[in-house]
């Protein structure tokens, strides 16, 4: 999919936050593109209709609403069907918010990772426990976060 | 990892009310706000909703409000990129990765790689021709590129539903039911 530069100029207004010195953000972000608030409203259900635009919403901090620990849990399990289970096992979890499988490399064997945010430390550390137990999967480590340098939305144009 | 800010923040009940909406979408109308007063109900005005965004931006509760773009479909590429930095370089390490605009997350993390970050480009070419770059400059040389190979889940919903709460809420409205 090829973007014009008006939709460059459209993403460019909604990949940060919509104006918020008004009561009709939309209105001002079409002013902003030279286009009709109309015109904006087609492009973002067309957008979201083929899945370019994933939602409109509020990214929240989750350090300050009480989701305190943040780690990455990562998981040998070179059976693909095997690695299908360990996630659905994870993904039953309310504190794991995203599941991948990414490549392996001699000195990584790790294929699976899940992300937790947790109330407490331990608590991710029972995650884990569980999971391992109920899936036979042992070769696991949990990775803290213990500096955050950056976090932030990607800017695309 | 713990934030400085680590106690719970007071929400009011208008705030979770909000942010249970909110969080999942904000309504793409003329007048958004005052959509999201009539799904609250209770009274609630257009000019409440207004400051009561506002105060969750100020507060840092929300970072952010706009859209979420599906970067692969926009025609970006990312990856999750670890990197195993000496311990009295990763400061520096760390703060030079994050000057580049196509990463987005970065972590300090506990493990021999320690360095953790998220790195996009407009092409694959691209890509590594900034992977290449960030080991010239950072001199660190053990990386690893670990691109998703497969997504089994990715949304963030947190329940604000005034029942959820162990706080309890200073506004004086009551309690609604959970409505998911």
Redesign the interface.
Known sequence: ?R?SDLDKDI?HQ?????P?DT?????EIARRCGIS?EKL?EK??LWRE?????????????????????A?SVWRVPDPNKA?EV??T??AYKE????????T?P??PY?L?AMM?CETMQRCEEIAREVAEKTGVHEY????????????????F | MVSENAQELPLSWLDRAVLNIVQSRFPVSHSPYLDIAKEIGHGISEDEVYRCIRSLMERGIVRRLGAVFDTKKLGFMSALVAMRVPENRIDEVGHLISSYPGVSHNYKRTHDYNLWFTLAAPSRAAMFELLEEIKQRSGITDILYLPTVRMHKIYVNFDFSPSSSETGSPGSHPPTEKDD
């Open positions: 999919m973007f993403i909604l990949q940060g936050t919509i918020l009561l009709h953000p939309y209105e608030e409203f973002i259900a083929k899945g370019i635009i994933r939602r409109i919403g509020a990214i929240l901090k989750h350090q300050k609403v009480g989701k305190l620990y943040n990455m299908t996630a659905q994870l993904m794991i918010t995203h599941c991948y499988e990414r490549p490399y000195e990584w294929n990772f945010h480590r949990l990775l803290l976060s213990t500096k955050e340098y950056k976090k932030e939305s990607l800017q695309y």
